[in-house]
């Protein structure tokens, strides 16, 4: 793929982390819930590669907070880091695990990713973000509990999603 596409797309799923959150936060914890900002950036790792991957977890939530103030001040560096480590994690790891099987591939790159950057937002915000106010309960009820449908959602979209696409041949097939 182009550096120009893979420009494009990074852009273009910035976009998306910026608006998509917007109806979702129309709802009362919807963010948390249902994870909105995390779609875009994860399917710009598994697309265009770590750096744009890394690139649009950086940007995304950045621009958002800016914008809208969602994330709030508060959570933003928090949450920067775990979707900067989506977007660098599913690029490397769509990179270099070959299956054989291109669902294979994205599922391993995929949960591979999820489970980085939520260890990275837990260790983080117990060492520095929010040290001595964070514990392994509200890590493990922010990260896996309130956030399961949006964990099933991403686990179901952006397969469907890569797919589509490769079938559309607007991404090749090696993605």
Known sequence: MSRNKRLVLTGLCVAIGVALPIAFHSIPNAGGIFLPMHLPVLLCGLICGPVYGLICGILAPLLSSLLTGMPPAAMLPSMLCELAVYGLVSGLLMKTVKTGNSLANI???????????RLTYGVLN????????????LWLSAAFVTSLPGIAGQLILIPLLLTALKKAKLIEPGT
């Open 126 to 137: 117990a060492l520095i973000f929010r040290a001595g106010a964070y514990s392994m309960q």
């Open 107 to 117: 599922y391993i790159s995929l949960i591979g990713a999820m489970l980085a950057g």
